[in-house]
């Protein structure tokens, strides 16, 4: 049991001590995801990109599928990790254009450990197999493009040429979809 | 003579009762003693972090007390839906700083009390702030907040060779509340248990599936989120970021998913719901506030004077029905990202002329280290930077020119710390460089 102050070393008051080498030190969050990052285990369809190094925090998620509907194409994700990583999740959007029963317009994402399944002890390479999954095995049952997961379940056919339609740059449904072939 | 030596002013005797005479509960080194009262008026300072529900009661519990060198420090300014229970703020004071007006308060109302306000965030101010204070007290909502504070509090700790200096110690005594159930805690920041240790005992954020809000909303709540996370982003009105503060965005949130809960014959639905969701608020109870505000001050008191030993060290209190209250020793976890990073020092000779990559050989040929790909980074004023690492290619490119400099050269110091992480730690390793040339030699 230590006892904190004796009144005859009452320190502080302006004159700080001298503390030998105090510099700032990283978050909680920045020394996790150092770890994080230093052990990358990136499947070979998959690769990121750092604009800065020194920012651990934001970086992009490049996925080229090698198989299933979306092999050929070039499907880049922004990760930006806050300072309460990891007690919560990194905000991942898609930032390609994509025809996907679980990725919307916007960008959104529904992959389940990025929300209501994310637990402390994931990491950011649990994210990156969690959405290089969706590419080999979109879901039709949690869609976020409804009408996407309706041709997927109706017709895959159909489904497959939508995909081909919308990676070489078109319209499907009405909606223009920006070439992204790798 | 201070305030408390004064023979004819008896307001303080019931604490000199407690710190001018020993007894059975009294921490083992305590010596009773008049100068202790004169520490609390005088010499000890206090730092109150939130001047809301809880800052409230801890300013005039502490002040009351006889403690007179207080800070406190909040960034939000008095809303009317305030007022119910935090007694500090009047009509007149809606719009205006929390942390002024309670000052100006507790300042007119007890006489002698100094409490200087700080109208910012905590992140503001840097380690020569926190480090004038003898006690922080915490009465906030946000675990990002507290995160922020237990680090830079663990930042300040001072190992010599690996030991700890306890002088160096600044407690944190941590209050929360929700409803009609609250905590309060005591940390001694490398000592005990710290917010980091103890994570999981706050539940994270109740979030919904993506898809589950898109498609199949069944509770109002349901349609509220994707008004927040899809439409707003989508429609963005204002052309701003959505905030939870703005009545006019909250009035905007309200009308959309109204519309949407309609859609799908959802019920339930109400402006305080969508208040709710948007800024994730758990209604607050004035009680709750005051009895965990006691408990902090109390220990505040124990920690200053040493007339009591402090709880050892965390308290539950629940009234949900009947009254319901524990306390328990929450453990302080061997591999806490924020506490357990005692630095490992090496002695660096020459750092004018020895390499990054000296350092790097060196990790992993020594027989202690022997370490695979081991990822360093640094903190230089205060900016992040990482000093190499050879898994992520884009990094390894702009990094390697690093491995050829020398530590002086990369802006490293005596003393500075490098993180490192590498597949053979469970979590990130902190070097301290012992220079053994002085900085001055090395001009
Ligand atoms: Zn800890």
Redesign the pocket.
Known sequence: MIKLFSLKQQKKDGEASPRSGNQKKPSAAQLRIAKDINELNLPKTCNTEFPDPDDLLSFKLIICPDEGFYRTGRFVFSFKVGPNYPHEPPKVKCETQVYHPNIDQQGNVCLNILREDWKPVLTINSIVYGLQYLFLEPNAEDPLNKEAADVLTNNRRLFEQNVQKAMRGGFVGGIYFDRCLK | MGDSQDPLNKRWDHLRKILERPGPFCHPEFEPSPEILDFIMTGCKILVIGAGGLGCELLKDLALMGFKQIHVIDMDIIELSNLNRQFLFRHKDIGSSKAEVAAAFINKRIAGCQVTPHFCKIQDYDESFYRQFHIIVCGLDSIVARRWINGMLISLLNYEDGVLDQSSVIPIVDGGTEGFKGNARVILPGLS??I??TLDLYPPQITYPLCTIANTPRLPEHCIEYVKVIQWPKENPWGIQLDGDDPQHIGWIYEKSMERALQFNITGLTYRLVQGVVKHIIPAVASTNAVIAAVCATEVFKLATSCCIPMNNYMVFNDVDGIYTYTYEAE??DN?L???QVPYTIPIKDPAKYKLKDLIELLCESASFQMKNPGLTTVIDGKNKTLYMSTIKSIEEKTKENLSKSLVDLGLRDNSEVMVADLTSPSTMVLKLKYLVSDVEME
Request: glycine letters at 0%; hydrophobic letters at 20%.
């Open positions: 248990a710290c980091d240790c302080k976890k806490c924020a506490c357990s």
